[in-house]
């Protein structure tokens, strides 16, 4: 979660210390980035990254997942991107939780702080847990 909640009716903008945190897990695992977020809405990739880019992210998004599945949960999105594409290792990240068998995978964030210091440990930790 890179934009924490600072009103009950909106998002903010991106925050530069989750970024930094984001910054930091990619930059320790490898990883590249699928984003999920409600905000993938109407974006392309390229758009997405760009949006990262300005916030001061150094990662690869890669991709985003569907959002066309009628009744599908943000779960159910990951779980179908997942089943379209080999992953050997992923962490998901979100301030929902509800991500049905794949919980285990969850770092579950505050929507108030988003990511923090100390998720760099729990997600690598994901991350070696499930290789």
Known sequence: MLAPIRRWDRY?????ACMQ???????????D?????TWRHG?????LQTILDTGG?????????P????GAGRGEEIAAWL????????????????MGELGDRLLLTQPGYGLRPADVARALALFTNHV
Do not use: C, M, Q, W
Not at 12 to 16: H, I, N, S, T, V
Not at 21 to 31: R, T
């Open 43 to 47: 974006k392309t990739v390229a758009e």
């Open 83 to 98: 089943a379209d594409h080999a992953v050997d290792a992923y962490v998901i990240i979100d301030d929902h939780g509800g």
């Open 67 to 70: 959002s066309d599945i009628p």
């Open 21 to 31: 945190v984001l910054n930091e897990i990619v930059s320790s695992s490898g990883a």
């Open 33 to 37: 980035v699928v984003v999920s977020s």
């Open 57 to 65: 992210f150094v990662g690869r998004v890669v991709d985003k997942t």
């Open 12 to 16: 903010g903008d991106l925050e530069p």
